[in-house]
T-cell receptor
Framework: DAMVIQNPRYQVTQFGKPVTLSCSQT?????MYWYQQKSSQAPKLLFH???????NEADTPDNFQSRRPNTSFCFLDIRSPGLGDAAMYLC????????????????FGPGTRLTVL | AQRVTQPEKLLSVFKGAPVELKCNYS??????LFWYVQYSRQRLQLLLR??SRESIKGFTADLNKGETSFHLKKPFAQEEDSAMYYC????????????FGQGTTLQVKP
């Protein structure tokens, strides 16, 4: 089945130790998104890639970076995780931008739950 | 500011009872609204979008611009409807950005 895969499902890191979360897709979608969801809060968009074009949300901390080496993979790098970065990180994909068009429905991965000790 | 508010964290009903999950939004332009659902141990998935005016799994939602609401309704709840429901807003036709509400857990009791 075509899908969005996130590895690992659970990640534990230490305060200040860099960590990388991985997302891959078999949907051949142009757009890949990273959302952060803290406990009991709404998912919040951090950034997205349209093909190789990176688009950062204005309020995304500099501590968060992303890489997309090819169509299938996208990584979320947290350079110096703090306790406040503990959250569920959701990857999503869509064919194109413009969430209003049914063609551009976003498909989500299962998420990676990050714990910072 | 663009914002989506779901005032109820938890809604508990009995099987067969009507369900209404509330969603209010704040947006000055012409929004598009969505409902996403997350069943236990499954990923977030689109349930319905207002522009389609469709009924999915018996759920409907009507956009009320006067009240800035997009409440999700179902006349007769089923146990399999138990899940987390998120209301989301697309604020621009040019981006994929979705603004989510905090979610409401629907619990349907037998």
């Amino acid at each position: 089945d075509a899908m969005v895969i996130q590895n690992p499902r659970y990640q534990v890191t230490q305060f200040g130790k860099p960590v990388t979360l991985s997302c891959s897709q078999t949907l051949n979608h142009n757009v890949m998104y990273w959302y952060q969801q803290k406990s009991s809060q709404a998912p919040k968009l951090l950034f997205h890639y349209y093909d190789k074009d990176f688009n950062n949300e204005a309020d995304t901390p500099d501590n968060f970076q992303s890489r997309r080496p090819n169509t299938s993979f996208c990584f979320l790098d947290i350079r110096s995780p703090g306790l406040g970065d503990a959250a569920m990180y959701l990857c999503a994909t869509s064919r194109g931008l413009g969430a209003r068009h049914p063609y551009n429905e976003q498909f989500f991965g299962p998420g990676t739950r990050l714990t910072v000790l | 500011a663009q914002r989506v508010t779901q005032p109820e964290k938890l809604l508990s009903v009995f099987k067969g009872a009507p369900v209404e999950l509330k969603c209010n939004y704040s947006y000055s332009g012409s929004p598009e609204l969505f409902w996403y659902v997350q069943y236990s141990r499954q990923r977030l998935q689109l349930l319905l979008r207002h522009i389609s005016r469709e009924s999915i799994k018996g759920f409907t939602a009507d956009l009320n611009k006067g009240e800035t609401s997009f409440h999700l309704k179902k006349p007769f709840a089923q146990e399999e409807d138990s899940a987390m429901y998120y209301c989301a807003l697309s604020a621009s036709s040019n981006t994929g950005k979705l603004i989510f509400g905090q979610g409401t857990t629907l619990q349907v009791k037998p």
